[in-house]
């Protein structure tokens, strides 16, 4: 059976939470996105397979290279099931202070 792989769960991970911040605005190689942190190697790997299966980054090879670079679309998704909470939050954080701000001697 295979799993597909879930896009929160890929993001629940702080490391790979900092790939993608990494790759937001350049394409890097494994070797660049690794040399950021402290793991080993193989562990940066695994969650660049991991953010690739779940098709929030796009491996691209460039030569002999292989480029990691962020899939705008796939951050779409999450940013359009967050936006809800978010307006949700926004009006309930406006709502507080209008109170706040009426209550005030």
């Not at 769960?9 to 937001?24: G, H, K, M, N, Y």
């Amino acid at each position: 059976m295979n799993l597909r792989r879930d896009v929160f769960q890929a993001i629940a991970d702080p490391t790979r939470r900092a790939i993608l911040l990494l790759v937001a605005t350049q394409s890097m190689t494994a070797g660049a996105i690794a040399s950021n942190f402290d793991t080993a190697r193989p562990t940066v790997s695994k969650h660049l397979q991991i953010l690739s299966e779940c098709e929030l980054l796009k491996p691209e090879q460039n030569g002999r290279e292989i480029l990691y670079h962020l899939n705008p679309i796939k951050m779409k998704e999450i940013a359009d099931f967050i936006e809800p909470f978010r307006k949700m939050w926004d009006d309930r954080f406006n709502k507080l202070e209008s109170i706040m701000k009426n209550h005030k001697h």
